[in-house]
């Protein structure tokens, strides 16, 4: 990792322009970055090894924690779904003023490394805090809970700067690798997913099986050795430099350079050479903030979504538990292991929307990608619509079979006369909705934002699913809360008297005014213009001894 004084010999237009070094860019010793030598798929590898890692340790606490939290810590349905979407909320939104402290003062590289240290100490205290009981009951409640934010904190830190950092290792502003870089997003996930279905399918086994203690620890080692991939990986990383203080103070100096030129806007004297001066600049910040602006109508029309996909990991999983799941004489499937065809249908989906659907669009349309962000984006949540939909449906199915079976007052029951594979469609739309709607807004908020931002637009984008989660805990709190003075909570811990239908056609409701506000705002937003399609978007990538790394 170069030190910062080393940026003056680094970099300048004129050295960057020599050769076949990447503009903007050095290699780890701070000099011109090649571009044979660094970036590209080669470097990027090591990034997406790190990712499937922390998906790896993530979805190990994730996707089975609804199970702990009702088993061993014995709270209740409503109050542990809660729980869980409040930590994922949180876990989601510290991107948000992480990513700025990696945009300005630490660098990507570093959040990197500091993310996966910090993973490895919170999964270690996780998994001695399961194992060994050492305090009495809520002092062991309170570390597991302090470990547990522990992870989020990681998982902040991680999210932003792993996807940004990988992606700079492709150079928008040549051809190859610009196409390059946008199916990189789509074997990003790939990525991802693969290392979510691993994990929950070996993590909710041990964990169910064996022991939380292990459950917990195995993930923790994972984590440890990639981190060792990604540092072998550093000779071969592109760093890009940014000049500005912080992402917010740019956007916050952006905004009073709009306050001010309205207000002065028929005072400003054509002959003052200051200002004139400063137009280019001022002009440059203002279009910067607005471009963030613009992209919050689309953020906000994509919560119900997020607060869909929240459910997969909690009721679904509760859901599940009741059903007949064994597999031949001796094995039963974990009831987080269906989350497994959330990742198995991506994995599946990924190659065929990337190699055959994006052909066959470009045919029609003349788009590289084959169909703009939006229309991806918008696909997705059609399909989401249509996943829960499903849900409600299914539950209700499977309430109408326990009542049959005279098991309505058995909450203990985990074999009603009802197959697992009811559940997998939901999980599967759920699956295919993500390779349209996730990866969409991946490359939508990273794509749509200046350059010195980036880190800054992605956190944005998971701010979407932070938001989602925090909604969705203080939904079903609230609902909890009113259903339960009448006397039936839809999220009773009896399951078989609950009435998690009622929550999906809720959710499915307000999806379709999502969708609606969806389409209004897509249609009217205008996409931001490439390096060489017209003038400046105000994106810089300096070359200073006082720059950030990123």
């Known amino acids: 990792m170069p030190h910062r004084s080393l940026l003056v010999y680094a970099h300048s237009e004129a050295t960057a322009a020599m050769g076949d070094a990447v503009a903007g860019a ?50 209740p349905m409503a109050r542990a779904a809660a729980s869980i979407d409040a930590w994922k909320g949180v876990s989601q939104m510290l991107p948000l003023p992480v990513a700025c402290v990696a945009d300005a003062w630490l660098g990507r590289y570093r959040a990197i490394v500091l993310a996966s240290i910090l993973f490895v100490v919170s999964m270690g205290t996780l998994s001695l805090s399961s194992a060994f009981h050492i305090f009495r009951s809520g002092g062991h409640v309170a570390v597991f809970y302090v470990a547990l934010y522990l992870v989020a904190l990681g998982e902040g830190a991680h999210k932003p700067c792993a996807q940004a950092f990988a992606a700079d290792q492709f150079d928008e502003k040549d051809p190859k690798e610009n196409v390059a870089r946008s199916s990189f997003f789509n074997w990003w996930y790939f990525g991802m997913c693969a290392g979510t279905a691993v994990t929950t399918m070996v993590s909710s086994y041990v964990q169910d099986n064996v022991g939380w203690g292990l459950g917990f620890g195995i993930p923790c080692l994972v984590i440890l050795v990639s981190l060792a991939v990604f540092l072998i990986g550093t000779p071969s990383y592109r760093y890009y430099t940014s000049k500005e203080p912080s992402p917010v103070a740019r956007v916050g100096k952006a905004l009073l350079v709009l306050i001010k030129s309205w207000r002065s806007k028929h005072r400003t004297n054509p002959a003052s050479g200051k200002v004139e001066g400063n137009k280019n600049s001022d002009d440059d910040l203002v279009e910067e903030v607005r471009s963030v602006f613009r992209l919050l109508p689309i953020w906000a ?139 969409g807004l991946q490359e939508f908020f990273y794509d749509q934002v200046p350059d010195a931002v980036r880190s800054l637009g992605l956190a ?72 060489g399609e017209g003038e400046g978007n105000g994106d810089y990538r300096g070359a200073d001894a006082d720059a950030t790394l990123v």
């Open 26 to 75: 050095v290699d780890y010793r701070g000099r011109p970055a090649s571009r044979a030598a660094t970036g590209g798929w080669k470097s990027s590898v090591f990034v997406m090894a790190m990712e499937i890692a922390e998906r790896f340790a993530y979805k190990g606490v994730a996707a089975n924690l609804i199970t702990y939290l009702t088993g061993p810590l014995g709270q």
């Open 301 to 439: 029309s994509c919560i119900i979504y997020a607060i869909i996909f929240s459910q997969t990991s909690t009721f679904f999983t509760k859901q599940a538990a009741t059903l007949d799941r064994r597999i031949g004489p001796n094995f039963k499937v974990p009831p987080a292991a269906l989350q497994t065809f959330i990742s198995v249908s991506i994995v599946a989906f990924i190659p065929a929307y990337d190699r055959l659907f994006v052909p066959l669009a470009r045919r029609y349309t003349g788009r590289p990608t084959g169909i703009t962000m939006l229309q991806r984006v918008g696909a997705g949540l059609s399909l989401s619509l249509v996943a829960v939909v499903l849900s409600a449906l299914v539950e209700m199915k499977r309430l109408a079979v326990a009542r049959d079976a005279g098991l309505l007052d058995a909450p203990k029951a985990t074999h009603l006369p009802m197959t697992l594979w009811w559940m997998v469609p939901q999980y599967v739309l759920i699956g295919v909705s993500d390779v349209f709607a996730m990866i």
């Open 460 to 531: 944005l984008f998971l701010s979407i699913f932070g938001v989602g989660h925090l909604l969705s805990s203080f939904l079903i709190s609230a609902i909890d809360r009113a259903t339960a003075r009448r006397g039936a909570s839809w999220f009773s811990n009896n399951l078989n008297r609950a009435h998690l239908d009622y929550f999906y056609w809720l959710l499915a409701g307000l999806c379709v005014v999502e969708l609606l506000a969806f389409f209004f705002f897509s249609r009217a937003y205008v996409y931001k213009k490439k390096s």
